[in-house]
């Protein structure tokens, strides 16, 4: 059997030092996080890899989690996540001003143009989908509220990174490593960097096959009334179905549409 390549550094290094920080609760949630939906079973192992927690830390924070009911595992080794997770996101998505407002408006628009519709905030270097209106399935992967996608690949994602200060891109860029997931996909930083402009410009972004073959998505900002850009919205469709100029001639109004809908919601909100 190949030897895991080990990993010795964990995200909870930054803290080190830090006597109020809590090491062990930042490793549980560490644990939790390493949890996908293409890694839905993993062993300690596996979990200890990936995120970079030595393994007796790593055992100790699923006992942990077992006992209270996040994690399971069937057979004492393979473990995976149980439906009590989802109660550390529902309360965030059922007092978000922003997810409620979008629902309606994803759902419509989503209707109107027969498409999937998704709405998401930068968190980290991913995006993390906190409202979606789902018609049909493009992508091999099943996308729903709370699923994450790299930023850096995704016309949402694009959207968002266009709107950050220039130091806080600079380092995102510099810390970025680029996986080519199509033979579409941008790989170089700087032809990203190039990219980042070109749509804090227009103010859309059309993302042609680079994460999944097939797959043609058009994004926009939701903006706050001092023009800061709060989310992303974007609709996503079959490439051999929806050119990239029918996107833009007929898509885009609609989606900016709803975009300033959602935001006049938020604005009118109590």
């Not at 900002?221 to 800061?228: A, K, Q």
């Amino acid at each position: 059997m190949e030897k895991e390549q080990e990993i010795t550094r964990s995200s909870t290094d930054p803290w080190k030092g830090d006597p109020d920080f809590m090491a062990s609760l930042a490793r549980g949630l560490e644990v939790l996080q390493a949890f996908t939906p293409q890694r839905r079973l993993m062993s300690v192992s596996q979990i200890s890899q990936r995120t970079g927690i030595p393994r007796a830390a790593v055992r100790r924070c699923l006992y942990t989690l077992s006992k209270l009911g996040f994690v399971y595992a069937e057979d004492g080794k393979n473990y995976e996540l149980r439906p009590r997770v989802l109660s550390l996101g529902h309360n965030w998505l059922g007092a978000s001003p922003l997810a409620n407002a979008a629902q309606p408006v994803l759902r419509q628009l989503s209707q109107t143009l027969n498409e999937s519709c998704s709405m998401a905030i930068l968190d980290g270097d991913d995006i993390l989908y906190i409202a979606r209106a789902s018609t049909s399935r493009i992508m091999t992967i099943d996308l729903h509220v709370g699923s994450r996608l790299p930023a850096s690949t995704t016309s949402m994602g694009r959207v968002l990174l266009s709107g950050l200060a220039s130091e806080t891109l600079n380092d995102y860029l510099a810390r970025l490593t680029q996986l080519r997931y199509t033979s579409h996909t941008l790989v170089s930083v700087s032809a990203l960097r190039e990219e980042l402009a070109r749509v804090r410009q227009q103010g859309y972004a059309i993302n042609d096959q680079e994460l999944e073959i097939g797959l043609r998505s058009l994004a926009v900002p939701l903006t706050t009334p001092d023009g800061r850009i709060a989310a992303a919205l974007n609709v996503g469709v079959h490439a051999g179905q929806v050119s990239a100029e029918r996107l833009h001639q007929h898509h885009l109004p609609l989606l900016r549409s709803a975009a300033e809908e959602i935001s006049l919601l938020l604005h009118d909100s109590p």
